[in-house]
């Protein structure tokens, strides 16, 4: 104990607010920003060096022993933190909040996000055809609550299955995290020997964030409701459980209110056919039973979609299939229409074209990480719908009519973009150029001074002078001060109150 207490009191501070942060964080990887890069220490950096292939070095950071450690730069973090979650890790990244230059001491840091195989959000970590589900499951008695979230997408839903079905609904949603009670107790047993269940990322949460009590709490004050009977909850006791502890852990993670999931759909597994995984993975619905193989599969045969949204959609179709007659025809129905008016299928396929991954882009916006071609991209979809609507407007279907109706509505917000952004805007958010000219009168003439320096500055002085009445007036520049404004000792009586004294030369 002595010496532990030695080891720690002669550690530096930068590794006691390390160590304080990490212990914050159990269970990830810990990318700790030092300037421009992410330092890993002691057993995180083996796991980074192991399976990055970073060198492994070690450092004496006031401690008896040497620290491992492992980094790379901060620009190369999307890169490196993709395989680390693909590896099965959870990742926590660790930000400086404040200006070094400002530090008193040690600069201060906080995590600003953990991601995991089921929180992932960024392109580059999922596939843009398949959701990215994160599930948690809850069992109370012969029931289990089971709750589904794509975090990219905003969708989250909720149902409730008996607890024997629970393995065949994990193999269904194929879900990359699975969230569960930390006891055995309400634990769904029988799952972790499903299918393909050792490539899944299985966390352990706190067992009371699936308590009724404070799962309802949490659901109310998410969707801002005084009762969860207007969200269609009712009768879902184990799913509320399920979905109010989901809920908990997301925001937990992303650090973040997650504006974007706006609704939560109760989903009744009544509605759908029974899918053992034997039968998934035997008809070969998404995935081939040999992994060598490229294709073969039913979702390769149908998939003639032209987004993303529909590639995902039509994976939960498959395996999901309707079983009540009324819905089954009234999809049909719609097939059938589609078939006969080739004008019209050929047409909107090419509208469907120019759509973009509406849902995942309004995740980005939320996130706060989309630029601005995103929301050109959304800008030029929103006005596309009009066009989409009319191509449907012959259907005599009710449930096209349906669709139609939920594309409307977007002029407003697709006029606002289209007024503020410029048509083809850089990719980086830092390089500017990104607003048109005449949204702010402040920002152009920032723009105007960026473009016309010196021509700006000569006009500075020219206005300066003209101001005080000192002809002599010059604007300068150095590297201590920046711009400033000389004026030469005889004119000191002219100088406005306005004007900061910085420095007095002899003349």
């Known amino acids: 104990m002595k010496q532990a207490a030695a080891k720690k009191s002669d550690s530096t501070p930068m590794m006691r607010q390390y160590t304080e942060i990490k212990r914050q964080n159990p269970s990830t ?3 700790y920003r030092m300037g421009d890069f992410y330092e890993m220490f002691n057993e995180d950096a083996k796991i980074a060096s192991k399976v990055l292939g970073l060198t492994l070095t070690s450092r004496n950071h006031g401690g008896t022993d040497a620290t491992p450690l492992a980094g790379f730069p901060y620009h190369a973090l999307e890169r490196y933190a993709n395989r680390l979650v693909k590896a099965g890790h959870r990742i926590a990244i660790c930000e400086q909040t404040e200006d070094p230059k400002k530090a008193k001491g040690v600069v201060k840091r906080d995590v600003i996000e953990i991601i ?4 992932a959000t960024e392109g580059s970590f999922i596939d843009e055809k398949s959701n990215n589900y994160i599930m948690s499951v809850v069992v109370a008695g012969d029931r289990a609550g089971i709750s589904i979230c794509d975090l990219s997408t905003g969708e989250f839903s909720v149902e409730e299955t008996e607890k024997i079905k629970v393995k065949e609904e994990i193999v ?6 699975l969230v569960t009670v930390d006891s055995d107790e309400d634990s769904p047993g029988g799952w972790n020997d499903a299918d393909g269940m050792a490539r899944r990322l299985v966390t352990k949460y706190d067992g009371w964030k699936f308590e009724q009590e404070h799962a309802q709490d949490v659901l109310k004050k998410h969707f801002s409701v005084a009762s969860l009977q207007g969200l269609g909850l009712d009768g879902y006791s184990a799913g509320i459980r399920a979905a109010g502890a989901l809920l908990s852990y997301l925001k937990e993670q992303k650090k973040s209110d997650l504006r974007h999931i706006s609704t939560i759909l109760p989903r009744s597994l009544s509605r759908y056919a029974e899918l053992d995984p034997a039968s998934i993975r035997n008809l070969e619905l998404l995935n081939p039973i040999h992994t060598e193989d490229t294709g073969g599969t039913l979702v390769s ?3 003639k979609t032209c987004t993303a949204m529909g590639a995902r959609l039509l994976k939960r179709w498959i395996t999901h299939p ?3 007659e009324q819905e089954i025809n009234r999809r049909l129905d719609c097939v059938e229409w589609l078939k006969k008016d080739v004008f019209v299928r050929g047409e909107l396929e090419l509208l469907l074209k120019q759509i973009a991954d509406i849902e995942r882009l309004i995740g980005r916006i939320t996130f706060e990480r989309a630029n601005a071609r995103d929301l050109c991209g959304l800008k030029n979809s929103l006005f596309t719908f009009p066009r989409i609507i009319k191509s449907l407007s012959s259907g005599s279907s009710n449930v096209i009519a349906g669709i139609s109706q939920r594309l409307e509505g977007f002029g407003e917000l697709a006029g606002k973009i289209e007024k503020t952004i410029v048509d083809n805007p850089p ?4 390089e500017g150029g990104l607003i048109r000219s005449g949204i702010s009168p402040e920002l152009d003439e920032i723009k105007e001074a960026s473009v016309n320096g010196k021509k700006w500055i000569a ?3 020219e206005t300066e002078r003209r101001k005080t009445g000192i002809s002599s007036l010059k604007v300068g520049f150095n590297k201590v001060f920046g711009y400033y404004i000389e004026i030469s000792k005889t004119n000191l009586a002219s100088v406005p109150q306005t004007y900061i004294r910085k420095q007095t030369l002899v003349n």
């Open 29 to 31: 990887v810990l990318l």
């Open 116 to 119: 995991s195989a089921g929180t």
């Open 172 to 177: 269904r949603i194929d879900p990359a995290e």
């Open 301 to 303: 045969v149908l998939d």
């Open 322 to 324: 309707l079983k009540q």
């Open 427 to 430: 990719l980086s958010i830092r």
């Open 459 to 461: 006009g500075l002085q």
